[in-house]
T-cell receptor, first 114, second 112 residues
Framework: GAGVSQSPSNKVTEKGKDVELRCDPI?????LYWYRQSLGQGLEFLIY????????KSGLPSDRFSAERTGGSVSTLTIQRTQQEDSAVYLC????????????FGQGTRLTVV | KNQVEQSPQSLIILEGKNCTLQ??????????LRWYKQDTGRGPVSLTI?????NTKSNGRYTATLDADTKQSSLHITASQLSDSASYIC???????????FGTGTRLTIIP
């Protein structure tokens, strides 16, 4: 596609439910990044993929968070047993190769846990 | 601890005026610094990226400067337009580390 695409754009879920967020990076971009932006806070790094492998998962806030990437393309971020503090905008970014921290961002998924 | 601080937190200026946004960082070892523009409800868009050896870079009406000795950067916007209203985020990456350190941004509002 022309840009990084994320879906859904908005998600409201009940506390305790699982959610899955999707990211379609720019075609050909081998590096993919997930960030979280909480209200009034800066962007927080979660995880990055080089191809299908995730060399750095240290930003994931708890074991309720996981992410995978298949075919070197689409990535999904899964949050299990959501909590209210998980409410944030989740941003995905991609770049041609690692070393640029994700030059192109998607529009984000706004997650609200009620 | 790696940190990026931006100032001012918010800024309101008249259309057509210039402004300068500041970024101070403590990220080490330094790799590169970039400025992003984030419109409300949208993902950040890269404006400039500078490495250690670069001390100025322009992108249209946007000019970024970098002083790696004092660990400071500025983003200068010339002849502001209403469409410049957005959050401007300073992002610094450490060498050999894919984690970026983000500032909390400066909220810029341009008024007619």
């Amino acid at each position: 596609g022309a840009g990084v695409s994320q879906s859904p754009s908005n998600k409201v879920t009940e506390k305790g439910k699982d959610v899955e967020l999707r990211c379609d990076p720019i075609s050909g971009h081998t590096a993919l990044y997930w960030y979280r932006q909480s209200l009034g806070q800066g962007l927080e790094f979660l995880i990055y993929f080089q191809g299908n492998s995730a060399p750095d998962k240290s930003g994931l806030p708890s074991d309720r968070f996981s992410a995978e990437r298949t075919g070197g393309s689409v990535s999904t971020l899964t949050i299990q047993r959501t909590q209210q503090e998980d409410s944030a905008v989740y941003l995905c970014a991609s770049s041609l190769e690692a070393g640029f921290g994700g030059a192109f961002f998607g529009q984000g998924t706004r997650l609200t846990v009620v | 601890k790696n940190q990026v601080e931006q100032s001012p937190q918010s800024l309101i200026i008249l259309e057509g005026k210039n402004c300068t946004l500041q970024c101070n960082y403590t990220v080490s070892p330094f790799s590169n610094l970039r400025w992003y523009k984030q419109d409300t409800g949208r993902g950040p868009v890269s404006l400039t990226i500078m490495t250690f050896s670069e001390n100025t870079k322009s992108n249209g009406r946007y000019t970024a400067t970098l002083d790696a000795d004092t660990k400071q950067s500025s983003l200068h916007i010339t002849a502001s337009q209403l469409s410049d209203s957005a959050s401007y985020i300073c992002v610094v990456s450490a060498r050999g580390n894919e984690k970026l350190t983000f500032g909390t941004g400066t909220r810029l509002t341009i008024i007619p």
